[in-house]
């Protein structure tokens, strides 16, 4: 079993901050891509940022130049910082991560989502 565990959503003053956190643990063998998405009531799920085990990035368009995805490998760890948050920045944030439970098992988890409001 995996489990990712998202922390550090919450509420924010517009031009503010945040850093999200998600790490996971469980049955781990090796971790792929990890990344951040968000969803809107009545939308779909959309990708904020990704990075790859070597550490490449990508973001939406959205947020680039604003937020920075990172990741400490050792801890299976991706962060997101958000900075210069505005009130369309506000929703539900999930932690997706590839991660194989063995050389031949490997599969897509979610965490249970952490809650950003930006409002004054």
């Known amino acids: 079993q995996v489990y990712l565990v998202e922390s550090g959503g919450g509420l924010v003053q517009p031009g503010g901050s945040l850093r999200l956190s998600c790490a996971a643990s469980?049955?781990?063998?090796?971790?792929?891509?990890m990344g951040w998405y968000r969803q809107a009531p009545g939308k779909q799920r959309e990708l904020v940022a990704v990075?790859?085990?070597?550490?490449?990035?990508d973001y939406a368009d959205s947020v680039k130049g604003r937020f920075t995805i990172s990741r400490d490998n050792a801890e299976n760890t991706v962060y997101l910082q958000m900075n210069s948050l505005k009130p369309e920045d506000t929703t539900v944030y999930y932690c997706?991560?590839?991660?194989?439970?063995?050389?031949?098992?490997?599969?897509?988890?979610w965490g249970q989502g952490t809650q950003v409001t930006v409002s004054s």
């Open positions: 997706n991560a590839h991660i194989s439970s063995s050389p031949i098992k490997s599969g897509s988890y």
């Open positions: 469980g049955s781990i063998f090796r971790i792929s891509a």
């Open positions: 990075i790859t085990s070597g550490g490449n990035t």
